[in-house]
């Protein structure tokens, strides 16, 4: 699996929306242009299949968006927490379909 980012989540991350570190591997996601917006379906460490809207404001602002509070909401994601998402090209890994190919971790 390869890394796309790691982020200790900020206030702003849990009331608002996940913004993506600027040194992510924005690549490894699915395409989507400074101003558009695009679906990106994970898998987390229990199985379950969520569904984000990511965007991209400028070429180092990205943002998770719709999605994301409801995610956050479920883990009961806090403050000072590492949220890691990463890329698996080998999918038979995932429980979901086989577009599922992102996993997402969260550390307490």
């Known amino acids: 699996m390869a890394k796309i980012f790691e982020k200790i989540v900020e206030k702003n991350d849990i009331e608002s929306k996940l ?3 600027s040194n992510s591997n ?3 996601l ?3 242009r400074p101003g558009q917006e695009a ?3 994970v898998e987390d460490e229990d199985g379950k299949i969520w569904e984000f809207t990511y965007t991209i404001r400028t070429e180092n602002r990205a943002f ?3 999605g994301w509070l ?3 909401a479920s883990k ?3 403050v000072g927490n590492m949220v890691t998402l990463f890329k698996d090209d080998d999918q038979h890994h995932f429980s979901g ?3 599922d190919q992102y996993k997402i971790t969260v550390k307490t």
């Open 19 to 21: 913004r993506i570190p």
């Open 26 to 28: 924005l690549e490894a």
């Open 30 to 32: 699915p395409p989507c």
């Open 39 to 41: 679906k990106l379906k």
């Open 64 to 66: 998770f968006t719709t």
């Open 70 to 72: 409801q995610f956050a």
């Open 76 to 78: 009961g994601i806090e």
């Open 97 to 99: 379909c086989g577009a």
